[in-house]
């Protein structure tokens, strides 16, 4: 085996030394180390035509998106803004209903305490006509088996069958409206002339009934009667046949009055109030007109337990009161307009016409009608005879 001299040893181990440094450098060159990765300095290379178009189409189609992005959230605040609005609406809904229920509320309050306000009126004014009754008229009763046994006695009181209610008529206190909420309100007929409703086959007068159904109806129904100032009725009976209207019957009694009654030299065929009154005093018989008749001489105010008493005076309440209690209120429009304005400067302006005498005589014949339904003569006139 030859000899290798020490300098080529040499020269062989340093060579292999030189291999195995190359080989490691490759080998990390290939597989970098993760732990620490090396920072490169060199220039990125230019990418190719193709990644450069998929680059812009990615940046075109980003603006799309953005683009009908925003268009969607413009739609989508209009929506909002709508429902927001419709929203506002139900609220403004719930609130006027919220609002509705509380005027509703509180006009059915209102309702009660008007109605505990009237029935406590009615109350009184039916006390007062019973403790007059029974302190002054007691002798004159009559019980109602007594007045149904004659109908014929109970002329004044209309029926109605279809509503169970007996109305008192009183002539000079409202009564032809009376007959008209029955005849048309009720009853159907249109376009009655007032002077066709006191014969109307609609008005049901209690004459036409038995004796056994007069009494049952006075039992069962509710009765009830309108009263008036006696002054005031009077006055309107004069006006109402002497003055505003003549017709051949009144015209008649007019020229009988003139004849008998009248004191001066006038040759005027038009009698005065004070000549009327003259009239209507004289005799009981001059009074069985009804309208001027007195109430408790007709309708029987001490005998029929009336269960409602109304007053012309006050027939803005008391019209709406008879038509709730009878349950016909919403059949008709009678006495749902504003209050009639009321003054007693036409009872002054007549009645101080009078003597005093004669006032006073007046005043003894329809003090009854006085008493019975609270009324009490004006402080502007003296009962004294002097």
């Not at 014949?365 to 502007?380: A, K, N, Q, V």
Request: net charge positive.
């Amino acid at each position: 085996m030859p000899r290798v001299s020490a300098s080529r040893i040499a020269k062989l181990a340093a060579a292999i030394i030189i291999l195995v440094l190359v080989l490691h450098y490759t080998i990390n060159q290939e597989k970098p180390d993760e732990t620490f990765p090396q920072v490169k300095n060199e220039e990125k290379p230019r990418p190719p035509a193709k990644i450069i178009n998929d680059h812009h189409n990615e940046a075109n189609m980003m603006k799309e998106r953005k683009k009908s992005e925003g268009k969607q959230l413009k739609d989508n605040k209009k929506i909002v803004r709508k429902n927001l609005k419709i929203s506002q609406e139900e609220l403004q809904g719930v609130q006027d209903a919220e609002k509705d229920l509380q005027d509703g509320n509180a006009e059915i309050q209102d309702e009660k305490t008007w109605t505990a306000k009237m029935d406590q009126r009615n109350a009184e004014r039916k006390a007062l006509l019973k403790k007059v009754c029974e302190e002054r008229y007691n002798k004159h009763f009559k019980s109602w088996e007594q007045l149904a046994a004659d109908p014929s006695n109970l002329r004044p009181l209309i029926v109605n069958d279809d509503h169970h209610f007996i109305y008192s008529i009183v002539y000079k206190v409202g009564s032809t409206n009376w007959e008209r909420v029955i005849v048309q309100d009720l009853g159907g007929f249109k376009n009655v002339p007032n002077q066709k409703l006191y014969s109307h086959k609609a008005l049901k007068w209690m004459p036409k009934f038995s004796p056994s159904e007069a009494l049952q109806k006075l039992e069962l129904y509710t009765k009830f009667i309108f009263s008036r100032d006696p002054l005031s009725r009077i006055l309107s009976g004069y006006k109402d046949k002497f003055v505003d209207h003549h017709n051949a019957v009144f015209s008649k009694m007019a020229q009988f009055i003139v004849k008998n009654y009248r004191t001066d030299s006038n040759t005027s065929p038009n009698i005065t109030f004070t000549e009327f009154v003259r009239y209507l005093v004289d005799k009981a018989g001059h009074r069985t007109n009804v309208h001027w008749k007195p109430i408790h001489k007709q309708n029987f105010p001490c005998e029929i337990e009336y269960d409602i008493i109304g007053r012309l005076e006050d027939a803005h309440e008391d019209i709406p009161y008879v038509l709730k209690r009878v349950g016909i209120y919403n059949l008709t429009d009678y006495g749902k307009g504003p209050p009639r304005k009321t003054s007693n400067d036409l009872i002054v302006k007549y009645y101080s016409q009078l003597p005093k005498d004669l006032l006073h005589t007046l005043y003894e014949i329809y003090e009854p009608d006085f008493t019975l339904f609270g009324y009490d003569m004006p402080e502007t006139f003296t009962l004294d005879s002097s």
